[in-house]
């Protein structure tokens, strides 16, 4: 008897099955099995061996889906890697790395079999055998033409030109490419005119060879680009290309990747949050035309499912642009993957497990399939920074900016100091106010960056000073003036503005502190010429309502944009020649060790977007400590200062990248519960890891939905070996929640890694 360990869709082991006589499923293939008393998965085979497991009885395979295999030998090693590193089962990954359609599950076998995923197909049209003859054809197309049947006429014109022309191999003409009606070119197949097959729709493959018309690079771009064919020739697996922004990294990658294109290899290019870098796709499909494949989550279920088929059966040349979850693609002929904006959080999958960081497994995919990988930013992690210098990574360079474009000039606005002297109007200093009025006057337009989307985050009793909680989350309501409404951003609770104070009865609730949606407000109130827009979460509704946005303010129909970071990633607006950051105060005292970090790439990244043509632009940075070194570091933008400064932190409190970090948060509804429980699993750990353990302790938010949280944290030094302590976490986890526990229904969430 042969037996299948199979990989389920969940956060559970892979689960052995029988093979049944006369079935031959291969490693790496989907096969549809039964669980529990009635519930069909889709597994992918893991691994075919001949022990029986010892459990009574070992149900059977019911049958293997689409011919081939679905996750390759390569692919298979990724899964296991993240599944290890991320500590989640295997199952986890196959959730985050399948699309859809490629994993049903269902009660029956019907249900089952009417969730798969069905080849979308297409009506291929042929002339009849008899009409290959000349003089029959001719003889048909006068008849036509006597009985005044001009559609019958036209189409058989149609298909007799088209199956002609040296664009149709087959000698059958898909239904698509014709512009005849089904039901004539049918009423025309049930004369013996016609032939017509119903079969699955190819999707062309990207046409081969390939010769790209290439920018020509400056010689500082040249010298870089040099830097990395090096690199790479010498051995070094990952390259990190560091280069202000508007320096030409991207035409840079469009070097290497044409490169590897003309030779029949796969291309993979990350990017932090594909809607906001549709400049960047339409700026490649300019240059590689159809090979360029996106990828992300706006794509329909059977349009992702379609990508996943066709890469699986590609014989290379392909050149996919993705978010994320594009790592888990069948590029079987990867040669090189590029990741652009490294430094972006969006990398990292907070929510659901795997909790994985797309930049670094990129690099073990890399390594797996022996492609090279080139990391770009203009302010790198200081993760891949230290790589770079320690010589893990290969490191290129580009110091300036294209052409003439010249860096923005970076001015510091006191806010302490506008309120002293009375020049603030609401959340505007008259600095910025009177560089938007010349720059609006000379027709130049505006980006204004506020980090907080809806109009209050919170409301307040003038009175006693209550203010609105979600009941569900500890945390204040945000007030959403559109909707008239306060949402909790955790949950999504919403309840209306109440009219009186419900605390005191005294007085109304006012808002307090300011979202986009207020700023918006105030501005069309300050400059009611201008035309205004807002971009965030809450404004973009769908694609289209994105490209509303973002096209018209493209387009110069809009003079100021009012948004939240969504307006920092990306853009290559040419008309931006201010930019205003409103509050750089909450950037810099978010309570997170990455903090000074993360302000610094979020205000490089919006101040890159001012001026990037022919001239400067200006960035005004609002805030209450203009003395703060990471403001200073700002306005000289002085990457290297910033790095050492943060590393010295880092160092000293110990935490990434002089440390890895595990997370863990334990939620239940019983309080007392999992407070005994977050004691417990501490006391175990403790006596395991010693003052690496740190905790239990209260996370910002300590309540969401209901749920009370808890957290832990664990350090592990650079130099000890993390692997062993991820073992010895995940048997103490095991010891602690596992058979009759009290704990055993505390819900743990472990993020390796955290950002
Ligand atoms: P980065 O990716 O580093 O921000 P880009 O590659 O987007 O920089 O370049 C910034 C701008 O300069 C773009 O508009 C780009 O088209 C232009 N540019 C950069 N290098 C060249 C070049 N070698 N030839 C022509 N245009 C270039
Ligand atoms: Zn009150
Ligand atoms: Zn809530």
């Not at 890399?366 to 990391?375: D, F, I, K, S």
């Not at 002297?421 to 009025?437: A, W």
Request: with cysteine.
């Amino acid at each position: 008897m042969r037996y299948a360990d199979i990989v389920l869709p969940l956060a559970q082991p892979a689960y052995t099955f029988a093979v049944p006589d006369g079935m031959d499923p291969v490693e790496g293939q989907a096969v549809a099995v039964p669980l529990g008393r009635s519930k069909i998965y889709t597994g992918i085979v893991w691994r075919l061996h001949d022990r029986r497991p010892d459990c009574k009885t070992v149900k059977p395979i019911l049958r293997t889906l689409n011919g081939d295999p679905l996750v390759g030998a390569r692919m298979r090693a990724l899964w296991e890697w993240i599944a290890d590193y991320y500590m989640c089962t295997v199952g986890e990954v196959m959730r985050a790395a399948l699309p859809t359609l490629m994993k049903p599950s269902a009660r029956t076998e019907e249900e089952f079999a009417a969730g798969e995923y069905r080849p979308r197909t297409e009506w291929y049209v042929a002339l009849a055998e008899e009409l290959h003859d000349e003089a029959r054809l001719h003889e048909l197309f006068e008849r036509l033409e006597r009985r005044h049947a001009t559609r019958q006429y036209d189409a058989l014109l149609e298909v007799a030109s088209t199956e002609g022309s040296d664009r149709i191999a087959t000698g059958e003409v898909p239904r698509r490419l014709l512009h005849a009606d089904l039901g004539v070119l049918q009423t025309m197949r049930g004369k013996g005119w016609l032939r017509m097959v119903e079969r699955e729709r190819t999707t062309e493959p990207p046409a081969a060879g390939g010769r790209f018309l290439l920018p020509e690079l400056s010689a500082a771009q040249q010298g870089a680009l040099d830097a990395i064919r090096r690199q790479f020739a010498g051995g070094t697996g990952t390259v990190l290309l560091q280069g202000v922004t508007g320096s030409g990294k991207t035409e840079l990658y469009i070097h290497l990747i044409a490169e590897v294109l003309a030779r029949g290899g796969d291309v993979l290019m990350l990017v932090p949050e594909i809607a906001l870098t549709a400049q960047l796709i339409e700026r490649m499909e300019r240059i590689f035309g159809s090979r360029v494949t996106p990828y992300h989550s706006r794509l329909t279920n059977q349009k992702r499912t379609e990508t996943y088929r066709r890469l699986n059966g590609s014989p290379g040349g392909e050149f996919v642009v993705g978010v994320r979850s594009s790592l888990f693609l069948p590029l079987h002929h990867l040669e090189l993957i590029v990741v652009d904006e490294e430094h972006d959080p969006s990398y990292k999958q907070v929510d659901p497990s795997p909790r994985y960081q797309a930049r670094d497994c990129a690099v073990v995919l890399g390594r797996l399939c022996g492609a090279r990988v080139v990391l770009g930013s203009a302010t790198p992690s200081l993760e891949s920074w230290l790589n770079a210098r320690s010589g893990k990574y290969g490191l290129a360079e580009l110091t300036e900016r294209y052409g003439d474009a010249r860096p923005p000039q970076v001015v510091v606005s006191d806010t302490l100091r506008a309120v002293k002297r009375g020049e603030r109007k609401v959340h505007f200093n008259k600095l910025l106010l009177d560089r938007m009025e010349e720059t609006l006057a000379q027709g130049g337009q505006v980006m204004l960056f506020q980090n907080r989307r809806g109009f209050s985050p919170y409301v307040e009793c003038g009175a006693c000073g209550w203010t609105a909680r979600c009941p569900d989350c500890n945390v204040t309501l945000t007030l959403h003036k559109a909707s008239g409404q306060l949402v909790c951003h955790y949950c999504g609770h919403t309840e209306p503005v109440p009219t009186r104070c419900p605390a005191c009865r005294v007085a109304d609730v006012e808002p307090r502190g300011f979202g986009t949606e207020k700023v918006e407000e105030e501005i069309a109130r300050l400059f009611p010429e201008a035309r205004v827009v807002r971009l965030d979460r809450d404004a973009v509704t769908s694609e289209r309502a994105f490209q509303a946005i973002v096209g018209g303010f493209a387009a110069h129909e809009y003079d100021i944009l009012v948004g939240t970071q969504m307006i920092t990633k990306g853009f290559d607006f040419g008309g931006v020649r201010l930019v205003g950051i409103l509050n750089a105060d909450n950037l810099l005292h978010s309570p997170d060790f990455r903090a000074g970090e993360r302000a610094y790439q979020l205000m490089m990244q919006v101040a890159g977007r001012a001026g990037r043509r022919d001239e400067a632009g200006v960035v005004v940075i609002q805030t209450a400590e203009p003395q703060h070194p990471l403001i200073g570091q700002v306005v000289r933008g002085d990457y290297e200062g910033m790095v050492r400064e943060q590393l010295s932190e880092r160092q000293q409190f110990f935490y990434p990248p002089y440390a890895r970090l595990v997370s863990l948060t334990l939620r239940h509804r019983d309080v007392q519960l999992l407070r005994r429980a977050a004691a417990a699993l501490a006391a175990r750990l403790r006596g395991r890891f010693g003052r690496r353990l740190l905790g239990p302790m209260a996370p910002p938010v300590d309540r969401i939905r209901g749920e009370y949280l808890v957290g832990l944290l664990l350090k592990i030094e650079a130099g000890a070996s993390f692997a062993r302590a991820r073992r010895i976490l995940a048997d103490e986890l095991t010891a602690w929640s596992g058979g009759e526990s009290e704990f055993r229904n505390v819900t743990v969430v472990v993020d390796v890694d955290p950002q």
